[in-house]
């Protein structure tokens, strides 16, 4: 990686995008010490130090401190990620969205359009119901309507001002805009996270503890970002054979190709979808001050994360539990959704191709609906180890960080396309010298 990163500095224009990508970074950094005007954010920073699990954590985490700083960006592009799965979702639902899908270059500008309306949309619901659901708690010097409003409005500018620099990594940087903004929010915790753990466990220990400590905590994090590559870049081929036929006095056809099935085809969807559905009560119990006793109250310890694979208290980890069946539940669906075998299928004997053993047609949608469903399994197992070691370790250990298993799997993921599109543009860069020569 190191080796790529040093031959791409050596080409201008590859250079120009790294560093055009890197300026945008410091800009986004810079937005996220911004305090938005109006909010106490040292009443706010006791608010969060007292709140226990991952709910508002993960949200700080993916939003780079901002959250927690009550920052101009405190938004940041979550709305984004929500819009464009709402996008992906709906796209599936109705037939017109599908229709834009297909539709080209200009069913592909509709369709971005489209989610950026949404997105301002959602920032705008979401800012109101956080102005005014710490308003109500004090988190605002003043709850008045000037002090609501200008919190609604830099919330919501700060998300849109996020999601143009997002597009504009993408056209004029390395990589998905949108991802790269997310994974530098995600890497700025990482030091504090680092630190925390270092000073729990390492510093003040006798010699042979600490050193037995900084190996475990290193090992840990080094299995679990190789298991997140193999996870990441595992995939199943299919072999696809296409039958011979003539095309005026030439045969064409006969070539071999194959069908790549990912092992985990859902990717980090399904954990974000079962934390926000587990998180969701606790949240919105937050806005409202809700501080009370009872059956409820039990429920919402056993859906926060904090409450996880605590020896004292095993009950609350029947949360666990159903957070365990939650990922395998979205991977399948997920994974339902955006892959379509019988489509696959049709589209190969239109072709003149077929899986070599396999009869085309519905016994081939059948085989690979098989298949999918073996690896979607592994997919699952490999995502419920990742997310749920940290809340392992967390609970039993007390090794508590931002991060987790979904930030591991968003970094790793990231990292590895955005060199694999810097080599990409590398090699094209070699085509075109070739050519001119």
């Known amino acids: 990686m190191l080796t790529t990163l040093k031959n791409a500095f050596k080409i201008k224009e590859i250079r120009q995008k790294i ?17 938005v005007p109006g909010v106490d954010t040292k009443f706010f920073s006791q608010w969060f130090a007292q709140q226990t699990g991952g709910a508002f954590s993960f949200f700080d985490a993916i939003t780079g401190g901002s959250f927690l700083n009550m920052s101009i960006l405190a938004l940041n592009i979550n709305p984004y990620i929500t819009s464009s799965i709402i996008m992906q979702l709906l796209t599936i639902a109705i037939p017109k969205l599908e229709e834009m899908q297909r539709d080209g270059e200009d069913g592909r500008k509709k369709m971005v359009a489209i989610t950026r309306y949404v997105t301002v949309a959602l920032a705008l619901i979401q800012s109101t119901a956080m102005a005014i659901g710490f308003g109500r708690q004090g988190y605002l010097i003043e709850f008045n309507a000037l002090n609501v409003i200008t919190t609604i409005t830099a919330l919501t500018a700060g998300s849109a001002f996020l999601m143009w620099v997002g597009e504009r990594i993408t056209e004029k940087g390395i990589g998905n805009g949108i991802s790269i903004v997310l994974v530098i929010n995600i890497i700025s915790r990482l030091p504090q996270d680092l630190s925390n753990l270092f000073e729990q466990f390492v510093f003040g220990k006798a010699p042979a503890t600490a050193i037995l400590a900084v190996v475990i905590i290193f090992a840990i994090i080094i299995a679990m970002v190789v298991l997140v590559i193999i996870l990441n870049d595992g995939v199943r081929k299919i072999p696809v054979q296409y039958a011979k036929k003539m095309q005026g006095r030439k045969m064409v056809g006969g070539q071999t190709s194959n069908i790549p099935l990912k092992v985990n085809t859902s990717g980090v969807i399904p954990i974000i979808f079962a934390q926000s559905i587990m998180q969701f009560p606790i949240i919105i119990c937050s806005f409202i001050g809700y501080n009370g006793t009872g059956v409820w109250a039990e429920i919402l310890k056993g859906l926060n994360s904090g409450y996880w ?14 957070y365990i069946v939650l990922i395998a539940f979205f991977a ?3 994974t339902s959704i955006t892959f379509n075998p019988l489509m696959i299928a049709d589209n190969m004997k239109k072709q003149g191709g077929f899986i070599p053993g396999i009869r085309p047609g519905k016994p081939t949608s059948d085989y690979l609906n098989k298949i999918l469903n073996y690896i979607v399994f592994i997919g699952a197992i490999g995502l419920i180890i990742v997310s749920v070691i940290p809340y392992f370790f967390n609970g039993v250990f007390g090794a508590s960080v931002s991060f987790g298993g979904t930030s591991l799997i968003i970094i790793v993921s990231v990292v590895l396309e955005t ?7 590398m090699l094209v860069r070699n085509y075109k010298g070739f050519l001119e020569d």
């Open 419 to 425: 060199m694999k599109q810097v080599e990409s543009q």
């Open 332 to 334: 399948y669906f997920y």
């Open 309 to 322: 694979c605590k020896p004292s208290q095993p009950i609350y980890s029947l949360g666990l539990l159903l």
């Open 19 to 35: 560093l055009f990508t890197l300026g945008m970074l410091v800009v986004i950094r810079i937005g996220s010490q911004l305090p």
